[in-house]
Nanobody, 124 residues
Framework: QVQLVESGGGLVQAGGSLRLSCAAS????????LGWFRQAPGKERKFVAA????????NYEDAVKGRFTISRDNRKNLLYLQMNSLKPEDTAVYYC?????????????????WGQGTQVTVSS
């Protein structure tokens, strides 16, 4: 089991950028596939991006392709989500998630460990 803590959320104007971080502890970070999900008000939590244990393979939801970049630093046990060209519809609570394995995973049910989330609000 790994403990995850997100940071970096906040209020930003449309067109702006934010970088989310997710700090992991208590597990073998480099052995985990990692992902970002988001939950908008009144909606279900949805997949945003995923990255394999090595960082060599990534996958994105169509709505964020070309604007968001997922990355990881296995030496520092950190996961990142760089978000550019933000839109009001990106407003949500963003969660990082982890599961053991070498691949990348896009389903919420694939993941075992979750952070508590960080709020991102994009104003128009």
């Amino acid at each position: 089991q790994v403990q995850l803590v997100e940071s970096g959320g906040g209020l930003v104007q449309a067109g702006g950028s934010l970088r989310l971080s997710c700090a992991a502890s208590g597990g073998s970070f480099s052995n985990y596939g990692l992902g970002w999900f988001r939950q908008a008000p009144g909606k279900e939590r949805k997949f945003v991006a995923a990255i394999s244990w090595s960082g060599g393979t990534v996958n994105y939801e169509d709505a964020v392709k070309g604007r968001f970049t997922i990355s990881r630093d296995n030496r520092k046990n950190l996961l990142y989500l760089q978000m550019n060209s933000l839109k009001p519809e990106d407003t949500a609570v963003y969660y990082c998630a982890a599961r053991s394995g070498s691949g990348y995973y896009t389903l919420e049910s694939n993941y075992d460990d979750w952070g508590q989330g960080t709020q991102v609000t994009v104003s128009s």
